[in-house]
């Protein structure tokens, strides 16, 4: 049979120290895979563990019978001001028939309790009327009495609306869908303040894959970036639902803050390529880990992401340098020399017939030249088998294998 692996990149921003995201991955007989945060804030962290842990136990009691069932539990965050966090859980469970539920926790440190919807909105009542109008617009085919069951339990904040979720199974045929309304948040007026400034996404996921490990694998890694091609490279990867691991040179992530956000939301990585890209066997050992830390600090600040990985600048370096950091050095074994090749034929004939399973590819793209051919590569290499996947997800499937 074959294994399923599901890799999730979770990344969170700086001032993680206290913050985390718990991640339950599970692939023998079920399918499992929870992700859920936990705030520092005890009461809060108790309330929603406790939910998850519930509903894991019962998925595992429910369905024991079922061949294959599969939970999956994504969340969202939101620090709605200094005060207010907001927290959805999303329940969805494929088996028999499909489940897909939601569960939201609003919970404020000052007053020290979970708030409600008459917390938030100052005439509750009135705007029952309004949201009821809404919800039958949007509905259209819904049964008429599911407007009797309207409750307001289950509600998240973004910078843009309020959002309310109906409980599941309130529309008859419903099916998987989760039933909620969106209320810009100028049409109301709220009793607590909104402070669009506050992360909305302060653990950002990156796209989730599904990686059997049995099959051939191969990193496309990226150095010398972020560059204008950096983009075409991306839209190329997404196309072809392909991932790359950008290996940046941090001075320049600033000016390509977008590029970056993009890359990691579109599930690329990126690994550390140092600050100014010296070579960095002169340097002293503060001035490497300032290399390093800088390039660190640019990209967390930006997307959220914490690199695992660095690639010492001109794949030149020495164990003394190793144990400065505790990033991971990873080199290459299929070497496009795209930057000295130019032309995509030789760039495809220094690539195609050197890739095996488990290769990380050398590529820039800081020119134009890994631009013009990694759809090229992308496409013989997909006719030959192989899936793509981040050098992060390479060294775990490495791992696995091992282990077999
Ligand atoms: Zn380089």
New binding site residues.
């Given amino acids: 049979m074959k294994k399923i692996l599901l890799i999730f990149l979770v990344l969170c921003l700086s001032g993680c120290s206290e913050k985390e995201v718990k991640t339950i991955i599970e692939e023998d007989k079920d399918l499992v895979s929870i992700n859920y945060p936990i705030t520092g804030i005890n009461v809060l962290d108790d309330a929603v563990s406790s939910y998850v842990n519930k509903t894991y136990k019962n998925f595992k009691k429910d369905y024991s019978g079922i061949k294959k069932p599969e939970l999956n539990i994504s969340y969202t965050y939101k620090e709605v001001n200094n005060n207010v966090v907001n927290i959805s859980l999303n329940t969805f469970i494929s088996a028999d028939k499909t489940i897909n539920k939601i569960k939201t926790f609003t919970y404020d440190k000052k007053s020290k309790k979970f708030l409600s919807m008459e917390d938030l909105i100052a005439d509750l009542d009135a705007l029952d009327y309004d949201i009821k109008k809404l919800l039958l617009e949007k509905y259209r085919d819904a049964d008429m009495d599911f407007l009797s069951n309207v409750s307001y339990d289950y509600f998240t904040i973004d910078d843009e609306n309020l959002t309310i979720y109906l409980g599941p199974a309130i529309l008859k045929d419903s099916g998987s869908e989760l039933i909620y309304l969106d209320i810009p948040l100028d049409t109301l007026d709220m009793l607590i303040d909104i402070d669009k400034s506050k992360a909305s996404d302060n653990y950002l996921h990156i796209k989730k894959r599904n990686i059997d490990y049995d099959d051939k694998v191969v990193a496309l890694t990226f150095?010398?970036g972020p560059s204008k091609y950096t983009n075409e490279i991306l839209d190329v990867l997404n196309k072809h639902d392909a991932c790359g691991t950008f290996?940046i040179?941090g001075n320049k992530a600033s000016f390509y803050d977008k590029t970056l956000v993009k890359l990691v939301k579109n599930g690329n990585e990126i690994g550390n390529?140092s600050y100014s890209?010296k070579w960095l066997n002169r340097l002293s050992p503060d001035e490497f880990k300032a290399e390093i830390e800088r390039t660190q600090n640019e990209v967390k600040k930006i997307t959220g992401f914490t690199p695992k990985l660095f690639?010492p600048?001109?794949g030149g370096y020495t164990d003394r340098l190793k144990s400065y950091t505790d990033l991971i050095f990873v080199l290459w074994d299929v070497d496009s020399s795209d930057w000295k090749v130019k032309r995509k034929e030789k760039i495809l004939k220094n690539v195609i017939p050197n890739v095996k399973d488990g290769s990380i590819i050398l590529f820039?793209d800081n020119h134009e030249y890994a631009s013009l051919a990694i759809e090229s590569v992308i496409e013989e290499l997909a006719d030959d088998g192989y899936k793509f996947v981040t050098v992060s997800e390479l060294l775990e499937i490495k791992e696995l294998r091992e282990q077999e």
Avoid: E, Q
């Fill in positions: 150095d010398d290996f040179v390529h890209h690639r600048t001109y820039h």
